[in-house]
């Protein structure tokens, strides 16, 4: 399982490499690490904070499986692989799908809804990278919890046993899971972003 988590490692911090430095003004503008770095270094620190994020996530995910798995055999469900599975499928849907629903319902439409008239233009004249961020890839980094989603769960139920033998199949569950944590830990930083800029 080491090689394949490494494979899914390298991928996604690859990908989020990839997203901050082609948005580099966008990091500015939110100032990630305001008053601990130099103004040109903030989008090294959006990088930690989001690379921190993503792998915080995933961790909270495997601990999550761990202590649901538990006290879900304290309550009679069997020692089974089956046990496992709906274990790991509770603990992933709390922490991918649920956060970014909640933070839609309660802060992300009130706080978008705000009147940001010329945002867009304002954005794409001055801050290009910025926009192809907060505007352009917004709807597809918060989208992708969905595809994501359900290859996790299609390889973690339909694919029999094979979670626990093949490597191909636990290379798509890693990605799959540490995609869905960078989709998450990517949407809180540009609604952040978003809410932060004062027009």
Known sequence: MKNQKGIAIVVVV???LAV???SRSA???LGVGRGLVSPESYHLSAFVVLLATTFGQAVGWAAGGGIAYYVMTLLGFPR???TWQLAL???YIGLGAFPL???HM???SPLLGLPREGLEGWLLANYPDAHWLLISLHPWVDGAVIPLGLVFLGLLWFTGDRPRRSRLVQTGLALALLGTSLAVALSLGIHSTIVHIKL
């Open 14 to 16: 690859g990908l989020l």
């Open 80 to 82: 089974a692989f089956s």
């Open 106 to 108: 309660l802060f992300g």
């Open 101 to 103: 629903l909640v933070y």
């Open 89 to 91: 499928t509770i603990v």
């Open 20 to 22: 901050v430095a082609g």
């Open 27 to 29: 990091w500015q503008l």
